[in-house]
């Protein structure tokens, strides 16, 4: 071999044994600086902050429509009265609940009564006062329970203001802790007003039960609200007819 071919074999065997011991050394050299994408608020630049947990691209939310739950229409709760300051407000009664269908309005009417008539409709639990130009005042009542309830035609014979009460006897047997006598007020059954009914025991009244109105729970007499009966007074003269129907 000449000594050309030795220098050439030499050199050769020299980068062969080097070349691991560069690339052992070369793991401890600074690593490449990073290359950031130009959108600095993409998911996976953010996680390159340290301190911060790997952030992943979530799928899009899968569309929902929201459910809003209305208040029922069909019940009304009487405004309570404002508490005088340092004392605690009372939970409102739930009996004092009434069925906005049993509050006062104006309808069309074109039955065959005349203006200035009261027709009680004791299946409905409407009372109407009818007007002219084809239109009649609507009020909630309570009518008689099942055993107690009656039709038929009067007239009013007597108006009282809080007027006092005197259960009769029969309703004194059925209930026996009844009073004889009480005072007209409004802790009184009779409520505000009263219109009496011809001869019978039978009365248009107010009551202190006003969530009472829209049911059958009397033992005869036509129950209203304080204010509405209270506004039928003030239109109605003695000697208005009543019909009563079921």
Not at 148 to 176: D, I, N
């Amino acid at each position: 071999m000449s000594m050309k071919h030795m220098v050439l074999a030499t050199t050769l065997a020299l980068a062969v044994l080097a070349g691991p011991a560069s690339a052992q050394n070369s793991r401890y050299a600074s690593p490449p600086p990073i290359v950031l994408s130009p959108d600095l608020t993409e998911p996976w630049v953010m996680q390159l902050r340290p301190g911060t947990q790997p952030i992943y691209r979530a799928p899009p939310p899968k569309a929902t429509t929201a459910t809003m739950r209305l208040p029922d229409p069909s019940r009304q709760l009487e405004t309570m009265p404002v508490q005088p300051p340092g004392q605690t407000a009372k939970r409102a009664d739930p009996r004092g609940q009434i069925d906005p269908r049993f509050l006062p309005t104006v309808v069309d009417y074109s039955g065959p009564h005349g203006p200035g008539t009261i027709i009680i409709d004791t299946e409905a639990r409407h009372l109407f006062l009818v007007e002219r130009d084809g239109r009649a005042r609507r009020y909630g009542v309570g009518v008689g329970r099942p055993g107690f309830q009656w039709a038929g035609t009067h007239r009013v014979t007597r108006k009282a203001e809080w007027p006092s009460w005197r259960p009769p006897a029969e309703m004194r047997k059925r209930q026996p802790y009844l009073p004889v006598f009480m005072e007209g007020g409004p802790r009184n059954p009779l409520g505000a007003r009263a219109l009496y009914l011809g001869s019978t025991l039978y009365r248009i009244h107010g009551t202190s039960e006003p969530w009472t109105i829209g049911h059958a729970v009397s033992s005869g007499c036509i129950r209203m609200r304080n204010e509405d009966v209270t506004d039928l007074y003030e239109r109605v003269p003695v000697g208005a007819r009543v019909v009563v129907v079921r």
